[in-house]
């Protein structure tokens, strides 16, 4: 093994090649995105169901055990609950604007203010996630600007 990487050799082919930790890391990623389902244009083996009445927690729980593979079940289950809610939040944002009643804006308050706290308590656990997956919590989970 050299300090880029290792050699490896093929045992059905006996083809030698060098595979670098980048290299490694690479294909990793090219194999791990064709079995998440990241949306409509990017369809992996999983067909996203999700739809404006319903919210596909199969293709979350993915996206979640890529992301975060040693989380422990309670941490799993408040991300999970996050997306869930932010799919919720995003569905009643779009009746609100369609709808703009009184209770659609009733609704829409309660379900952001549900949102919110579901929010804090995973800002609240920041610390105890990588610098890599906490970025990603703020980026993907956290803001609510995002799909």
């Keep these: ?4 990487g290792f ?19 690479d294909e990793y990623v090219q ?11 990017q369809k ?5 169901e999700s ?9 979350e729980r993915l996206r979640i055990h890529f992301l975060f593979p040693f989380i422990a079940k309670p941490a799993f289950d408040l991300l999970l609950g996050l997306r869930d809610s ?6 009643v944002q779009i009746n609100d604007e369609t709808a703009r009643t009184v209770r659609s804006a009733h609704d829409l308050e309660w379900v952001e203010a549900q949102h919110d706290q579901r929010t804090r308590e995973i800002e ?4 105890a996630f ?13 803001r609510t600007d995002v799909g």
């Design 130 to 142: 990588s610098q890599v997956q906490q970025e990603i919590l703020r980026e993907k989970f956290i």
């Design 31 to 41: 194999v791990a995105v064709k079995h998440l389902v990241l949306g409509i244009a």
């Design 7 to 25: 050699d490896w050799t093929c045992p059905h082919c006996d083809h030698a090649t060098t595979l670098t930790n980048e290299r490694l890391c």
């Design 1 to 4: 093994m050299n300090g880029a």
């Design 86 to 91: 932010r799919w919720i939040l995003t569905a």
């Design 51 to 59: 739809s404006p009445s319903t919210f596909d927690c199969e293709a």
């Design 124 to 127: 609240g656990s920041l610390s």
């Design 44 to 48: 992996g083996p999983r067909e996203d």
